[in-house]
């Protein structure tokens, strides 16, 4: 028997042991926090790499145009509290806080809400929505490839900021927000107390 042949067997069963080795690489991931609270990703967005964003003014713009044909100007509301909302039609958690948002705008005189609809969906379809899902506040359709440049682009939804009197932002949440999480953190950013408003009907209340 040739000699070398048993070293010629043992390389090949190491080169076989590296390749079973290597195989199982794409195992899948396991599973996220299930804690972690329930955010919409646009599908057009799901897997897109993280692009650094720039840096944003403390004070932000913004104005739009509403689906009912007005003129929404961030600025105009200084000295309210304005709870800027980005949401989308497809969007479960976003549907779910938007009672609680529109009883906000209407229950307190120093709280405003502006929806911003990040979506591609046309004004008459909107329209329909809203005819089924009614809002006290203004709402305006933002184009998905450009939107409001001082504020982040959403990475989920919904994504909500919270806007001081003074037109700084007070407070970003990204997921489902409560009106008692809005009043809360005004309470917190120096605005009015939960105390002070506990003789007032809240906004989540039946």
């Given at each position: 028997?040739n000699?070398?042949?048993?070293?010629?067997?043992?390389?090949?069963?190491?080169?076989?042991?590296?390749r079973?080795?290597?195989a199982?690489?794409?195992?899948?991931?396991?599973d996220?926090?299930?804690g972690?609270?329930?955010?919409?990703?646009?599908?057009?967005?799901?897997?897109?790499?993280?692009?650094?964003?720039?840096?944003?003014p403390?004070t932000?713009?913004l104005?739009?145009?509403?689906?009912?044909?007005?003129e929404?100007?961030?600025?105009?509301?200084?000295?309210?509290?304005?709870?800027?909302?980005?949401?989308?039609?497809?969007?479960?958690p976003?549907?779910?806080?938007m009672?609680?948002?529109s009883?906000?705008?209407?229950?307190?005189?120093h709280?405003?809400?502006?929806?911003?609809a990040y979506?591609?969906?046309d004004?008459p379809a909107?329209?329909?929505?809203l005819?089924?899902?009614?809002?006290?506040?203004?709402?305006?359709?933002?184009?998905?490839?450009?939107?409001?440049?001082?504020?982040?682009?959403p990475?989920?939804?919904?994504?909500?900021?919270?806007?001081?009197?003074?037109?700084?932002?007070?407070?970003?949440?990204?997921?489902?927000?409560t009106?008692?999480d809005?009043e809360?953190?005004i309470?917190?950013?120096?605005?009015?107390s939960?105390?002070?408003l506990?003789s007032?009907?809240?906004p989540?209340?039946?």
């Amino acid at each position: 028997m040739n000699p070398r042949i048993p070293a010629v067997l043992l390389v090949l069963l190491l080169l076989a042991g590296c390749r079973q080795a290597t195989a199982p690489a794409d195992e899948p991931a396991a599973d996220g926090d299930a804690g972690a609270p329930a955010v919409a990703v646009p599908a057009d967005e799901a897997g897109a790499p993280d692009a650094e964003e720039p840096v944003r003014p403390d004070t932000p713009a913004l104005q739009v145009t509403t689906v009912d044909g007005g003129e929404y100007d961030l600025a105009q509301h200084r000295g309210q509290w304005v709870v800027v909302n980005f949401w989308a039609t497809w969007c479960s958690p976003c549907l779910k806080e938007m009672p609680e948002l529109s009883a906000l705008h209407t229950m307190r005189e120093h709280i405003s809400v502006v929806g911003l609809a990040y979506e591609e969906i046309d004004v008459p379809a909107m329209r329909s929505f809203l005819a089924e899902r009614p809002v006290a506040y203004p709402i305006a359709i933002i184009d998905v490839y450009d939107p409001p440049a001082d504020f982040d682009t959403p990475r989920g939804l919904p994504m909500t900021y919270l806007i001081a009197p003074d037109g700084k932002v007070a407070r970003q949440f990204l997921g489902p927000v409560t009106a008692k999480d809005i009043e809360t953190a005004i309470a917190g950013s120096g605005g009015p107390s939960l105390e002070s408003l506990s003789s007032l009907p809240g906004p989540g209340e039946a």
